[in-house]
Structures are given as C-alpha cells and as structure tokens.
C-alpha cells in the first residue's frame, strides 16, 4: 500500500500545476468531525477527464480547489475537486488502511487500491478494483483488510452517491467553514508548500 500525502507534494506534474496552498485543521461542527484539507490551486494548465455522463471535466488546473475529508471513525479520504466559480466538478475517494502524520505535520493516507468516483451529472465509478484483488490474492492484503475496502466501498456508495445534491451541499457547508477559517487568519492552519 502507498502512502500519499495529503499536500500532495510529490504528486504534482508541474507541468500542469504550481504551487499548490495547502491548509490542514481538525473540524468539529455539526456536519462534519475529522481532519480537513485544503488545496488551492494557484497556477498551472487545466487537466481533464472523460466520463460516460460528465462527459469532457476538468479535474486539476489554475483557480481550482480541492477540499480533502477524513470523516473520523471511516475509512477513506473524500476529495471533492472545485471549479473557480467554487462548483462541484467531480468527487474521488480514496478507500485507506488509516492516516498517519510525517515530521513535519502534514497528514499521510495509506492508501487501499479502491476508489470511487462520481460526479454532479450521476457518474458513479469504482476504480482499481482490479488492484484490490490483485492485492489480496497476491497476499498484500489480508481477507479482512480486503473485506473492509469493498464495505467501505459501500458505505460510501451509500452516504454520497444516493443523493448527490445533498452530498454536494454537505461538502459546501465544510469549504464555506474552511473559508472563513482562513480568511480569519487562525492560527491552528497549517500552511505549507507555497514557493
């Protein structure tokens, strides 16, 4: 299993992106408990994907954001990638084994292989399932370990694709809060990568 950082620091093809701002911070409101992360992407080319529903949308570019969730007690990361004009283009979840810190703070995903993708328009994709048995037959991963993935896979199917009008409302509620956060300059931010 990789482990991802969740600044994204070593994902980026910087032909396409520069210099992320990344934020990090513990949310507990009504909506939402878990850890908080905040991409905003301040320069670079857009970069796109084709969907069967979608069709052409851009998933990574200049003036989007992408606000990263760790619902506490679950076992995934929801990202969900905005435009500039802050509407939803497309949510990837990661499905992961847990979150772990490095030296410097910033929040690590071990990653499970599954993912779900879905957008607005009612694309509802699992991805790599092939990776996850592949994992598990190959012995990287354990039955349990595989099992909790794919029900995982369904408590998310569940939670956010059933009604995406209202996941998309959920995950505004929690951007407008980071917003604010960060426009008030509090100091539990962690802010990074930036030059």
Known sequence: M???????????DFNKVKFPLYYQH????????GLVCLLQLIDGQPFY?????AGRIPVIGKGMTWLQLIPEGKSHVLTVKYLPND??????????????????GVAIFVDKYLD????????????????????????????????????ECDLI???????????EIFCN??????????????????????S
């Open 2 to 12: 990789k482990r991802k950082r969740l600044d994204r620091d070593l994902w980026w």
């Open 26 to 33: 513990r949310v507990d409101i009504d909506e939402f408990h």
């Open 49 to 53: 994907w084709d969907l069967p529903i």
């Open 87 to 104: 509407s939803v283009s497309i949510w990837y979840t990661d499905i992961i084994e847990n979150i772990e810190f490095d030296a410097d």
């Open 116 to 151: 779900v993708v879905f957008t607005p328009q009612g694309d509802v994709i699992i991805d790599d399932r092939d990776e996850l048995d592949e994992a598990f037959q190959t012995g990287k991963l354990s039955r349990q370990q595989y099992e909790l993935a794919l029900k």
């Open 157 to 167: 199917l569940e939670e956010y694709c059933t009604d995406v009008a209202k996941t």
């Open 173 to 194: 509620k929690i951007l407008s809060h980071i917003n604010e956060k960060i426009r008030n300059g509090e100091k539990e931010y962690q802010e990074g990568r930036n």
